[in-house]
């Protein structure tokens, strides 16, 4: 296979998923956990789980999710670990997968196929373009998406950046000090790091006022129409295209 017959081939799984995840949403919704799982005929049950969120009883027909989350994160390790289950089920789909991927790179590929397939199950990329639409890249789309379908505020940010395209930039700082909770998209500063006090995003959370123009990112990234808002103690950034950002 040539370079661009894999990259083509590769492609093209990701629409697959998106497709198979959103046909499934079709049929099951609304997706609420027992109907995320009855849809393939399982039931679920939470558990301590050392190290990971979740993960498929093939015998009991059960999802085990890790006991200590949230309902937004329960939802969507359910969701990832559905998509696990319908990916298995598709011959075509995994014979391609093993074309595309080898070794460790298959492994990523999958894990990363299934959070795809999850975010889009339980957030349409229709909805998502439909409010950016309406609101333009406005950062209160992170919280508000967010709510109206429950799911976590990260899971939000990577549907924004995925829908605004591959330089785009979504991402929440949090904590005092100011620390990124979540990123997605080029020039994304490691989470955890600490936004420095003189930073124009710390300003925006010391006065409240929203930030709309260019932005240096501590990353040295450049977003020249950036838009940053605070709410409750944190700062949200939607940046269309970002320059530098590796
Ligand atoms: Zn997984």
Do not use: K
Request: aromatic share 4%; hydrophobic share 45%; net charge positive.
């Amino acid at each position: 296979m040539t370079a661009a017959e894999r990259w083509r081939l590769r492609a093209s799984l990701e629409e697959r998923v998106r497709e198979l995840a959103a046909a499934y949403r079709h049929a099951h919704a609304p997706l609420t956990p027992d109907r995320l799982v009855g849809g393939i005929g399982y039931r679920w049950r939470a558990a301590a789980l050392a190290g990971r969120d979740g993960l498929l009883e093939r015998r009991s027909r059960t999802v085990v999710v890790a006991a200590d989350q949230a309902a937004a994160r329960r939802r969507f390790t359910l969701a990832h670990e559905v998509m696990h289950h319908l990916i298995e089920q598709d011959g075509e789909l995994l014979s391609d997968l093993h074309e595309a991927y080898e070794g460790a790179a298959l492994e990523r590929a999958l894990e990363r196929l299934c959070n795809l397939g999850a975010a889009e199950m339980l957030l349409p990329a229709s909805a998502v373009r439909r409010a950016l639409v309406e609101a333009g890249p406005n950062p209160r789309l992170i919280w508000e998406l967010a709510e109206r379908h429950g799911v976590s505020e990260a899971v939000a940010g990577i549907a924004l950046a995925g829908a605004l395209g591959p330089r785009a930039l979504a991402a929440v700082w949090g904590g005092r000090p100011l620390v990124l909770y979540h990123g997605h998209g080029p020039g994304a500063p490691a989470r955890g790091s600490v936004l420095p006090d003189d930073h124009l995003l710390a300003q925006v959370r010391a006065s409240g006022l929203p930030h709309r123009g260019p932005l240096r990112l501590p990353s040295g990234a450049h977003a020249p129409s950036a838009w940053a808002r605070a709410r409750a103690g944190r700062v949200y950034l939607l940046a269309p295209e970002v320059e530098g950002g590796g």
